[in-house]
């Protein structure tokens, strides 16, 4: 039995890992979250960049106790990777979206993944001056990454 069909890059994966990865970082800023909010509002200021540097997001509040992450800039490469997958525009995507606290330090969301056009279930959280993100494919198939805090 022969199958044909497209030939999926094996690269891509990683991808998606390191914008979960991401993801997770950006909201873990909210683990330290007081009652008085004084968490979020460190957390809406924060931006963070991906361990290879070629991109950065920002998080902002994207409805009742939700944060996103937002790209503010993504080097060349990685905006030809993104169009490679079928997103054209890399800046302004919303690579974390509603991340919510599931308890303290820790946070829950979705993951989209600009080189594959699709969006996975995330989780983060923060230490010190590192976001670490793990983003997951069917449940159990699981990557990490660690974004730098840069404001």
């Given at each position: 039995m022969t199958?044909?069909?497209?030939?999926?890059?094996?690269?891509?994966?990683?991808?998606w890992v390191m914008a979960a990865a991401g993801l997770a970082m950006l909201v873990t800023p909210l683990?330290?979250?007081?009652?008085?909010?004084?968490?979020?509002?460190?957390?809406?200021?924060?931006?963070?960049?991906?361990?290879s540097n070629s991109v950065h997001i920002r998080i902002t509040p994207c409805g009742d106790d939700r944060m996103c992450g937002t790209v503010i800039w993504a080097s060349d490469k990685a905006k030809a990777?993104?169009?490679?997958?079928?997103?054209?525009?890399?800046?302004?995507?919303n690579l974390f979206?509603?991340?919510?606290?599931?308890?303290?330090?820790?946070y829950k969301g979705r993951v989209f993944v600009p080189d594959m056009n699709r969006t996975f279930s995330?989780?983060?959280r923060v230490q010190g001056n590192s976001m670490i993100g793990k983003g997951c494919v069917l449940g159990f198939i699981c990557k990490s990454q660690t974004w730098t805090r840069i404001s």
């Open positions: 199958i044909e069909g497209p030939v999926r890059r094996t690269a891509r994966p990683r991808t683990g330290g979250a007081s009652a008085a909010g004084n968490g979020a509002t460190q957390l809406v200021s924060s931006e963070w960049r991906n361990p990777d993104a169009r490679r997958g079928g997103t054209e525009k890399l800046v302004g995507a979206r509603e991340f919510r606290q599931v308890a303290p330090g820790q995330g989780q983060m």
